[in-house]
């Protein structure tokens, strides 16, 4: 992980969330108050003016997470934002180096999601952003030490950057697939929990955003 890659993953991110910001907020319509997309829009909006302000002169990965965090902390609104706030701000926070292998980025990753679950206290099950955001940082972590140590020696690709993109993919399939899980879930934190048993049924708006967060990183480490 380095600037350019966080600069692509934050911009992908960003431009899932608007194509997908109707269908979010549709989600949200459902079981919370048909913010979710807007919400997550707003925020992102102002990410993207400091990643176009800042182009001239980028600065290190984790600063740019924690300034994203910031943002999101301050601009999303609802509960979302400072749930995805937090995360990017212990993201940011976990990489003091300009550039980072990847087993410190999934350390990273970790740290996020611990601030995001410290902050909301859900666990998974509860039908909330953390059903994807666990079993992606799982799947990252683990597609990472299943991998033998020369695998890096068939192709043209450096064996490092070749592994973020293999890893981030796993972490994106798991995200889609932690996401699904939370239809048939009854949800116990947020506002959908107001409804009981009748959020049984429904996509978790919050699964569905970060889903596109973690395939936004695949795409970016894609290249
Ligand atoms: P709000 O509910 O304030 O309108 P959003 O609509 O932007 O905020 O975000 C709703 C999403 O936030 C939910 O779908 C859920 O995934 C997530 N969420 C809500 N409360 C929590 C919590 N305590 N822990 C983790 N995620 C939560
Ligand atoms: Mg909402
Ligand atoms: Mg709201």
């Not at 925020?43 to 993207?48: K, Y």
Request: aromatic content about 6%.
């Amino acid at each position: 992980m380095d600037s350019v890659l966080a600069r692509d993953w934050i911009w992908a991110f960003a431009t899932a969330a608007h194509a997908e910001k109707r269908r979010l907020t549709t989600l949200d319509s459902a079981i919370g108050d048909g913010d979710h997309g807007v919400n997550l829009c707003r925020g992102l909006s102002r990410v993207r003016e400091l990643l176009l302000r800042d182009e001239e002169a980028p600065g290190a990965a984790g600063e740019l997470f924690t300034e994203t965090g910031a943002l999101l902390r301050s601009h999303v609104g609802g509960a979302s934002g400072v749930l995805y706030g937090s995360a990017f701000q212990a993201i940011g926070g976990a990489l003091p180096m300009s550039e980072v292998d990847v087993d410190r980025f999934a350390d990273a990753l970790d740290a996020g999601l611990a601030a995001t679950v410290k902050l909301g206290a859900a666990v998974p099950g509860d039908k909330t952003m953390v059903d994807a955001f666990t079993p992606a940082v799982t799947a990252f972590r683990d597609f990472r030490s299943a991998q033998p140590a020369d695998v890096g020696t068939v192709s043209q690709v450096p064996a490092r950057a070749r592994d973020l993109a293999d890893a981030a993919q796993a972490a994106a399939v798991a995200a889609r697939d932690g996401a699904l899980a939370t239809i048939p879930m009854q949800a116990r934190k947020g506002r959908a929990s107001y409804l009981g048993p009748r959020s049984i049924g429904h996509l978790d708006p919050g699964a569905a955003s970060t889903e596109l967060l973690f395939r936004s990183l695949a795409l970016a480490a894609k290249g």
